[in-house]
């Protein structure tokens, strides 16, 4: 814990949101002075909780990258229930950002090790979506300040990167998102930092498979609750808790936008699939607790319980006959054909 020196409550607080203080760590620190230094918190015995570090400044975007709307507002336009079913021009288009969104996660996951800060996977993917002559969706969306985001152990999804150094033993949550063509391609993978524990091994990999059951029951006709209902049915029976506060969601012009996309059983989730929707498909799912807490910067979304958290997302395209996967890896073959 951080204490010994004063901050008044109007200050900016010490963890580098550029948030008031009183606004972000004060109640925390209070609580912890009066507890003898130790914060109280739910964090289970022998765990050591995550700790923000410091925010870098926001980074610059060439000039000759074009911007979304949002750029310099924060404030996405368009309403999220227009366009939904895209023509073959926009699937041609979605197809490409899809394809450079993977290779920036390619690139940007060869550098984590042990004594890299997320700060440093942002700096390396903030260049690489540009020299593939895209954006990066997540800077200044809704404000967020970096342009991945980077979502450690407890974090469920929304990490913002900082100067926290990467841990042996850690995982790490790589989102990735490019604006390329007017479309945005968004996926994510977890990454083991050095050697992992066997627990956080078979939450990566059961994750990795709750992603693929839900993608799998998609074709036509179906009703989005199939989704979260064939999840629930993998996962369930294995003990681990599927958040329920955050949801895939449509994708296109619009980075966010119908339908939204639970991955647990919602039966009031009745939008059915139609040749040229696309949408992700990105399960969290946590070692304990389905619920979440939020820390003060706006943003990063831990497990209630400080148990881990692992996430896989994909953008997908529902096809005359089926879905197919638009973030696999180059040269990778469809799990399932039609
Ligand atoms: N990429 C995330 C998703 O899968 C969204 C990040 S929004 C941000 O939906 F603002 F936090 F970047
Ligand atoms: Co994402
Ligand atoms: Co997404």
Redesign the pocket.
């Known amino acids: 814990m951080r204490t010994g020196h004063k901050i008044a409550p109007n200050d900016l607080c010490w963890c580098g949101t550029g948030k008031k203080y009183k606004k972000c760590h004060q109640g925390r620190d209070l609580l912890a002075q009066l507890n003898g230094g130790q914060v109280p918190s739910r964090t289970p015995v022998g765990f050591k909780a995550l700790e923000p570090g410091r925010v870098s400044p926001m980074r610059q975007v060439q000039t000759q990258i074009v911007k979304p709307d949002y750029f310099s507002t924060g404030k996405p336009q368009g309403s999220r229930d227009q366009g939904l079913i895209k023509n073959a021009d926009q699937i041609q288009r979605m197809r490409r950002a899809c394809r450079a969104a993977r290779e920036v996660l390619e690139i940007t996951k060869r550098a984590v090790a042990p004594g890299v800060t997320t700060d440093q996977l942002d700096a390396i993917a903030h260049q690489a979506y540009q020299d593939l002559g895209g954006y990066p969706?997540?800077l200044n969306?809704?404000g967020?300040p970096k342009s991945i985001?980077t979502s450690v152990n407890e974090v469920i999804?929304?990490g913002i990167p900082d100067s926290r150094p990467l841990e042996d033993g850690d995982i790490v949550n790589l989102?990735i998102?490019i604006w390329l063509d007017g479309m945005h391609g968004?996926l994510?993978e977890t990454v083991a930092v050095g050697t992992i524990d066997q627990a956080s091994a078979a939450l990566m990999q059961v994750t990795h498979q709750a992603m693929l059951e839900g993608i799998k029951v998609l074709r036509p006709g179906v009703r989005i609750c199939e989704i979260g209902r064939a999840i629930e049915a993998y996962v369930l029976p294995k003990g681990y808790g599927i958040t329920r506060a955050f949801v895939g969601?449509g994708i296109g012009e619009l980075?966010?936008m119908d339908p939204q996309v639970p991955h647990y059983f919602d039966p009031s989730a009745t939008f059915i699939c139609r040749p040229g929707h696309t949408f992700?498909v990105?399960p969290m799912i946590n070692q304990g607790t389905w619920d979440h807490q939020s820390w003060g910067d706006g943003?990063t979304a831990v497990t209630a319980d400080r148990k881990r958290s692992a996430q896989y997302?994909h953008t997908v395209l529902i096809t005359d006959s089926g879905v197919e996967i638009l973030t696999l890896p180059d040269g990778a073959a469809q799990p399932f054909t039609y």
């Open positions: 969706s997540c969306y809704h967020f985001c999804c929304h989102d998102t968004d994510s969601h980075f966010h992700t990105e943003w997302e």
